[in-house]
């Protein structure tokens, strides 16, 4: 009888519970969109008004003060391009340019990359750090010899000029070598027990994972190249080998008063650079994280 009063009074005794904390309310998104939605608003802008502008006549757009907002769609600047200029020869010239560097960038970058993360040979430190001294070199001071090489060639005017110097970047070596050392090694050491070749071991190991590596590669190659005007510039001299950054410089100086066709070329040329980015922009976010580049 006394025990039990006594444990029904410990019981009675004990502190009541406090009171559940009050959840605060949790919004929808970041706290960080409140900042980064403004700015990125701010950077849409110029191209909103961009294509805004290509949509517009060409005297609603020498009308002053300038139209904000077309009155109505006209693709007449379109029209122009793609049917009275070189436009389409342009476009085709830069795909191919863009396409060849990406895919020599892709492999020659993995068997450079591979090379010096996992294989040990005399000067493979030295070789490195001479490849990386090289992203330091301004274009500037190597355009000129870069010229005399194509000459001696025989390249000077065609597009092999423009493609022979983008055949591999130090860029995609080293991003391919920061990748490629992330990856465990018990890994490849597994795939050559099992009898693997080196080369087997890069293509059916290695390259499925670094997969975001090669995006990543992939989506810097395009961009420099095709956005590429000061090189074309000096190597090309003929209408029919012009890329489309450097034939859309020389539209907008024949034809300065037909501002909607010029409007509708930069939309077209900015269109595929958009398109690359957004559909590889998660795989280079993974790449930057992995690979040990990130600030």
């Known amino acids: 009888m006394t025990a039990t009063t006594t444990g029904t009074a410990q019981v009675h005794s004990r502190p009541a519970a406090a009171p559940a904390a009050r959840r605060r309310p949790r919004m929808p998104f970041s706290a960080w969109h409140l900042l980064l939605a403004p700015l990125a608003a701010l950077f849409a802008v110029p191209l909103v008004w961009l294509v805004l502008s290509s ?6 757009i020498n009308r002053f003060p ?3 907002w077309p009155s109505g769609i006209d693709f007449g600047g379109y029209g122009y391009v793609l049917g009275n200029a070189m436009f389409p020869r342009w476009l085709l010239n830069s795909a191919i340019v863009s396409a ?4 020599s960038n892709l492999v020659f970058g993995v068997l450079g990359g591979y090379a010096f993360a996992r294989m040990r040979f005399a000067g493979s430190r030295v070789l490195l750090v001479l490849m990386l ?5 301004p274009f500037q001071l ?17 597009l092999g000029a423009l493609i022979v110097p983008a055949l591999v970047t130090p860029f995609a070596v080293f991003l391919l070598r920061q990748f490629f050392l992330s990856l465990p090694r018990e890994l490849e050491e597994a795939a050559w027990i099992d009898g693997c070749s080196r080369l087997r071991v890069i293509f059916s190991i290695v390259l499925p994972l670094a997969r975001p590596a090669l995006a990543t590669v992939a989506v810097l190659t395009f961009l420099t190249t095709w956005n590429d005007l000061t090189w074309p510039l000096i190597a090309i001299n003929h209408d029919t080998q012009y890329t489309l950054q450097l034939g ?3 539209f907008q100086g024949q034809h300065h008063t037909k501002w909607s066709a010029v409007m509708a070329g930069n939309v077209l040329t900015v269109l595929p650079v ?22």
């Not at 949509?55 to 609603?60: G, H, I």
């Not at 001294?133 to 070199?137: L, Y």
């Not at 190597?142 to 065609?158: E, H, N, Q």
Request: glycine share 4%; aromatic share 6%.
């Open 248 to 250: 859309l410089t020389t």
């Open 133 to 137: 001294a090289t992203m330091a070199v």
């Open 142 to 158: 190597t355009m000129i010899p870069t010229f005399l090489v194509m000459k001696k060639l025989g390249l000077i005017d065609t």
């Open 66 to 68: 300038p139209a904000l």
């Open 55 to 60: 949509l517009m006549s060409n005297a609603e």
């Open 100 to 103: 060849v560097a990406v895919t």
């Open 274 to 295: 958009l398109t690359a980015f957004l559909f590889a922009q998660k795989a280079f976010i993974r790449s930057v994280t992995s690979s040990g580049l990130k600030g």
